[in-house]
Structures are given as structure tokens and as C-alpha cells.
Nanobody, 125 residues
Framework: QVQLLESGGGLVQAGGSLRLSCAASGRTFSSYAVGWFRQAPGKEREFVAVVSWSGGRNTYYADSVKGRFTISRDNAKNTVYLQMNSLKPEDTAVYYC?????????????????WGQGTQVTVSS
């Protein structure tokens, strides 16, 4: 069982930065790939980024955030981070982290076993 708790969301102006954190409980956290997803009002939840299990050597990003967002993990702290730079109003959404038993994770929500409750990110123009 893994429990996830997101933090770090807030209100920021366009061009600004935020760092989201996903803190996990459970001694087997390093065995899971961890992904970030987001859901804007009136839209479906979409993939943002994923970091592979263990040392997190493999990362993948949605095209819309590539070059602006960076995902990383610190297994000693049971935490995954999403550094978001050059934020745009279209990045406004509730951001969720999720854990997957698939080694490299996935872009598909159905591949994730555990989800956090989300943190709101609002980017003003």
C-alpha cells in the first residue's frame, strides 16, 4: 500500500516557477514509477511526466511541458518532485501524482495503482 500527498501548488504569474512535491508513505516507494497528471476545468485528466522506479534514470514528458518541467525523485525522502518553469496560463490545473508498478511507468492512467488527492496550480496572465 502506498499513500501519496501532493504539495507546493499555488498562484503564480505567467513566466514564473513552482515546485510540486509528492510525498509517499511505504517502504517500497522506490519500487514504483511515479507520474504526474493534471486536470483543467472541463477537461480530461492528462499525462504530464513520469520518472522510472529505483534511481529514476528514465523520465518522459508530455510535449506540452517538455523543456519547461523537470521530474525527479529522492528515494531517501520518499518524495518525487515536479519543477515547473516558464509557466503559462494553460498550465492551470489540479496536479496529481500517481504510483505505478510498471518499471518505467506509463502515460496511461490505467497503469497507476495509487493516486494522491491533487494540488491546485493557477497561472495568471
Amino acid at each position: 500500500q502506498v499513500q501519496l500527498l501532493e504539495s507546493g501548488g499555488g498562484l503564480v504569474q505567467a513566466g514564473g516557477s513552482l515546485r510540486l512535491s509528492c510525498a509517499a508513505s511505504g517502504r517500497t516507494f522506490s519500487s514504483y514509477a511515479v507520474g504526474w497528471f493534471r486536470q483543467a476545468p472541463g477537461k480530461e485528466r492528462e499525462f504530464v511526466a513520469v520518472v522510472s522506479w529505483s534511481g529514476g534514470r528514465n523520465t518522459y514528458y508530455a510535449d506540452s511541458v517538455k523543456g519547461r518541467f523537470t521530474i525527479s525523485r529522492d528515494n531517501a525522502k520518499n518524495t518525487v518532485y515536479l519543477q515547473m518553469n516558464s509557466l503559462k496560463p494553460e498550465d492551470t490545473a489540479v496536479y496529481y501524482c500517481a504510483a505505478s508498478a510498471a518499471v518505467f511507468g506509463s502515460r496511461a492512467m490505467g497503469e497507476y495503482d495509487y493516486w494522491g488527492q491533487g494540488t491546485q496550480v493557477t497561472v495568471s496572465s
